[in-house]
T-cell receptor, first 117, second 111 residues
Framework: DTGVSQDPRHKITKRGQNVTFRCDPI?????LYWYRQTLGQGPEFLTY????????KSRLLSDRFSAERPKGSFSTLEIQRTEQGDSAMYLC???????????????FGPGTRLLVL | GENVEQHPSTLSVQEGDSAVIKCTYS??????FPWYKQELGKGPQLIID?????GEKKDQRIAVTLNKTAKHFSLHITETQPEDSAVYFC??????????FGTGTRLTVIP
């Protein structure tokens, strides 16, 4: 079990550019979450997938943000027309299916730190 | 939605002493309360969690207590060690999936 992985770990971009982040969950975890964490704050929920279905989205997820999980495995988070306020750590987490037990536990990846200049 | 408050924001203890971090939540329907440890440059790591049908849970030097009536829960670390130094976050789960996090406590264990 290699844990949740995220790529890239760091991204610097200019305002107005598009960026895409990838998350690979723990094998056989069918539930996947995206969070955003700004400096000095706790993570804030963005969106949730069960398999390939996006079941929940936070009000924080503006129309410039889109997340996908096309085959129910890895997920991508895209931010279009980035703004300086998008600078944050973007965290991905995954959970095992309900039948596997420990259904509440969310395992986090190392995050992608985004800086928008 | 759920609102989680966490105190203190910073905590310094001498090695071997105990550390206590407290959180309150607003939604009485919340039923799951994990604690995460985050080291610099890393994602949060689960250290202990508790469900609403349990009042206390212990795992070696770490314990969590939950008071549903008062809507608060606490993390207790005994015999602290320098490697316990990190930022600790409490969280509460509202509904089926969302975790709402506190603002974190930076714990420093002084050797």
């Amino acid at each position: 079990d290699t844990g949740v992985s995220q790529d890239p770990r760091h991204k610097i971009t200019k305002r107005g550019q598009n960026v895409t982040f990838r998350c690979d969950p723990i094998s056989e975890h069918n539930r996947l979450y995206w969070y955003r964490q700004t400096l000095g704050q706790g993570p804030e929920f963005l969106t949730y997938f069960q398999n390939e279905a996006q079941l929940e989205k936070s009000r924080l997820l503006s129309d410039r943000f889109s997340a996908e999980r096309p085959k129910g495995s890895f997920s991508t988070l895209e931010i279009q027309r980035t703004e300086q306020g998008d600078s944050a750590m973007y965290l991905c987490a995954s959970s095992p299916p309900h039948w596997a037990g420990g259904l509440e536990t969310q395992y986090f990846g190392p995050g992608t730190r985004l800086l928008v200049l | 939605g759920e609102n989680v408050e966490q105190h203190p924001s910073t905590l310094s203890v001498q090695e071997g002493d105990s550390a206590v971090i407290k959180c309150t939540y607003s939604d009485s329907a919340s039923n799951y309360f994990p604690w995460y440890k985050q080291e610099l440059g890393k994602g949060p790591q689960l250290i202990i969690d508790i469900r609403s049908n349990v009042g206390e849970k212990k795992d070696q030097r770490i314990a969590v207590t939950l008071n549903k009536t008062a809507k608060h829960f606490s993390l207790h670390i005994t015999e602290t060690q320098p490697e316990d130094s990190a930022v600790y976050f409490c969280a509460a789960r509202e509904g089926a999936n969302n975790l709402f996090f506190g603002t974190g406590t930076r714990l420093t264990v002084i050797p």
